[in-house]
């Protein structure tokens, strides 16, 4: 079956970085574009970045534009989020997503706390 498992979240400090990770396994990980989406308390939850199946095509958000990088390893089945220039606002479960004939899937997420 289908599954993402987010890791690389926690506490940071406003300015810092951090890069999140997302190991996906039970699909055909090269041929899939990929997603990554936050969900701030009390918010809904919104697209933050989308990366091709070769890595060679991204969209970001636009709050996100020139902070956030996703990338992607193919031969490890994981996508990346590298995050620098963390603000308070940026604090949110960030999920990875597939979007696979027609159905979203989804991790459990990982929680960005962005704090001083």
């Known amino acids: 079956q289908v599954q993402l498992v987010e890791s690389g979240g926690g506490l940071v400090q406003p300015g810092g970085s951090l890069r999140l990770s997302c190991a996906a396994s039970g699909f055909t990980f090269s041929i899939n574009d990929m997603y990554w989406y936050r969900q701030a308390p009390g918010k809904k939850r919104e697209l933050v970045a989308r990366?091709?199946?070769?890595?060679?095509?991204?969209d970001y958000a636009d709050s996100m534009k020139g902070r956030f990088t996703i990338s992607r390893d193919n031969a490890k089945n994981t996508v990346y989020l590298q995050m620098n220039s963390l603000k308070p606002e940026d604090t949110a479960v960030y999920y990875c997503n597939a979007y696979l004939h027609g159905v979203n899937y989804w991790g459990k997420g990982t929680l960005v706390t962005v704090s001083s």
């Open positions: 990366i091709s199946r070769a890595g060679g095509s991204t």
